[in-house]
């Protein structure tokens, strides 16, 4: 059973043939991030744009990478929400339209599915597959939740973001303090560098939902510790940095990094990492978890693989190899697998949803 996955919600444009839901033939994604790196952020238009322009090629490419033809697919799968409906809509409708022409039928994907189905994937093919309930921790720049995951693939939202998303945050902070976009990554690679514990975050108390998450207090300290500082001259390095050289390297970045800067950077960092695992591990005791699966764009997060790995959740816990932890095609293969086997099929005149939600 071959499937052909098409994903284009946000800024990067991916495809990839997925065979048996398991093995990957091919995963091509051409990413935005030069476009939209020097806005600090991604321009909705400019996004779409750049969709049109990769899809055709990127579509072609997968397919020659796995040596597939149209006709020798069993399905094609699209992300149909949630995402920037602009950007959904190129993937969706390239799909709906080589669907029509070659008859393979049209199966619609969830983004956020596509996520947790990146490790039931992997799992499968290193041949330690997730075992079930597993509780499901999707973490990007556009989602935080946490989900129950049951046999056959139903879920049940257990906790979510009331504000920003972990990503979101690690992209705001960056921003604030002159590193660009996107943030999780030079974050990320500074952390180790700098003190855990120098600058303490406290966590407001969640009414209501023990296990929702909340992030915007945290970008608000660090804007506060940030304005009670003088650090316009070394925000300005960094910017000038960048402007001179897209993709810095660690040294450089330390160059115009002061050790104040990486100890807030750290301490940032640990907070994001305590309170997400912290709740990943109340909701894994709630429901009795078989499994752990952590994925989305923040999952590449070295400080938090190793805190997970260290921490003790009583289950095994999995991350997506990191081409799989961000936004990828093979993904969206990998869960229309499990709809395929359920004959599942979407009608071509199926719509993007921009705020589809699982549950
Ligand atoms: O899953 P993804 O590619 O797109 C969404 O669905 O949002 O995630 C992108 C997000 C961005 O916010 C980016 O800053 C974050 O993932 N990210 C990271 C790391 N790599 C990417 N956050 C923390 N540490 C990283 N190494
Ligand atoms: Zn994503």
Same mark, same amino acid.
């Given at each position: 059973?071959?499937?052909?996955?098409?994903?284009?919600?946000?800024?990067?444009?991916?495809?990839?043939?997925?065979?048996?839901?398991?093995?990957?033939?091919? =995963?091509?994604?051409?990413?935005?991030?030069?476009?939209? #790196?020097?806005?600090?952020?991604?321009?909705?238009?400019?996004?779409?744009?750049?969709?049109?322009?990769?899809?055709?090629?990127?579509?072609?490419?997968?397919?020659?990478? #796995?040596?597939?033809?149209?006709? $020798?697919? $069993?399905?094609?799968?699209?992300?149909?929400?949630?995402?920037?409906?602009?950007?959904?809509?190129?993937?969706?409708?390239?799909? %709906?339209?080589?669907?029509?022409?070659?008859?393979?039928?049209?199966?619609?994907?969830?983004?956020?599915?596509?996520?947790?189905?990146?490790?039931?994937?992997?799992?499968?093919?290193?041949?330690?597959?997730?075992?079930?309930?597993?509780?499901?921790?999707?973490?990007?720049?556009?989602?935080?939740?946490?989900?129950?995951? &049951?046999? +056959?693939?139903?879920?049940?939202?257990?906790?979510?973001?009331?504000?920003?998303?972990?990503?979101?945050?690690?992209?705001?902070?960056?921003?604030?303090? +002159?590193?660009?976009?996107? #943030?999780?990554?030079?974050?990320?690679?500074? /952390?180790?560098?700098?003190?855990?514990?120098?600058?303490?975050?406290?966590?407001?108390?969640?009414? +209501?939902?023990?296990?929702?998450?909340?992030? =915007?207090?945290? %970008?608000?300290?660090?804007?506060?510790?940030?304005?009670? *500082?003088?650090?316009?001259?070394?925000?300005?390095?960094?910017?000038? &940095? @960048?402007?001179?050289?897209?993709?810095?390297?660690?040294?450089?970045? @330390?160059?115009?990094?002061?050790?104040?800067?990486?100890?807030?950077?750290?301490?940032? !960092?640990? /907070?994001?990492?305590?309170?997400?695992?912290? *709740?990943?591990?109340?909701?894994?005791?709630?429901?009795?978890? !078989?499994?752990?699966?952590?994925? +989305?764009?923040?999952?590449?997060?070295?400080?938090? @693989?190793?805190?997970?790995?260290?921490?003790?959740? #009583?289950?095994?816990?999995?991350?997506?190899?990191?081409?799989?932890?961000? $936004?990828?095609?093979?993904?969206?293969?990998?869960?229309?697998?499990?709809?395929?086997?359920?004959?599942?099929?979407?009608?071509? $005149?199926?719509?993007?949803?921009?705020?589809?939600?699982?549950?």
């Amino acid at each position: 059973m071959r499937i052909l996955g098409i994903e284009s919600s946000c800024d990067e444009t991916a495809a990839s043939v997925v065979e048996n839901g398991e093995t990957v033939l091919s =995963s091509v994604v051409a990413s935005q991030m030069s476009t939209h #790196g020097k806005y600090g952020g991604v321009v909705p238009e400019l996004a779409s744009r750049e969709h049109l322009r990769a899809i055709v090629p990127v579509v072609r490419e997968a397919l020659a990478q #796995g040596a597939t033809a149209l006709g $020798d697919l $069993d399905a094609i799968a699209a992300t149909v929400g949630p995402g920037l409906v602009g950007s959904l809509l190129v993937g969706l409708t390239y799909a %709906k339209s080589l669907s029509l022409a070659s008859g393979v039928p049209l199966i619609a994907v969830n983004h956020i599915e596509g996520h947790i189905h990146a490790v039931v994937m992997e799992s499968k093919r290193a041949g330690t597959p997730v075992q079930f309930p597993a509780l499901a921790l999707v973490v990007s720049g556009g989602h935080t939740h946490l989900f129950e995951v &049951l046999e +056959g693939f139903l879920y049940r939202l257990l906790g979510k973001t009331r504000d920003d998303a972990a990503g979101e945050a690690f992209d705001k902070v960056a921003k604030l303090l +002159g590193f660009g976009y996107p #943030g999780g990554p030079v974050v990320d690679r500074l /952390a180790p560098f700098g003190d855990p514990l120098a600058v303490k975050f406290t966590f407001a108390k969640m009414k +209501g939902n023990a296990l929702d998450f909340s992030f =915007s207090g945290l %970008k608000t300290a660090v804007l506060r510790w940030v304005e009670a *500082r003088n650090m316009t001259s070394e925000i300005e390095a960094r910017k000038a &940095l @960048r402007r001179e050289n897209a993709a810095p390297s660690i040294d450089e970045w @330390r160059a115009v990094t002061p050790q104040t800067t990486l100890d807030l950077l750290a301490s940032f !960092q640990h /907070a994001v990492i305590v309170e997400l695992l912290t *709740r990943a591990r109340s909701s894994a005791e709630e429901i009795g978890a !078989q499994s752990v699966i952590v994925s +989305g764009g923040v999952a590449c997060n070295s400080g938090l @693989r190793g805190a997970a790995a260290s921490a003790r959740f #009583g289950c095994p816990i999995y991350f997506p190899s990191l081409g799989l932890s961000t $936004d990828n095609a093979a993904m969206i293969a990998a869960a229309a697998f499990a709809k395929l086997e359920r004959r599942e099929f979407a009608s071509l $005149d199926i719509a993007a949803e921009a705020n589809l939600r699982l549950v």
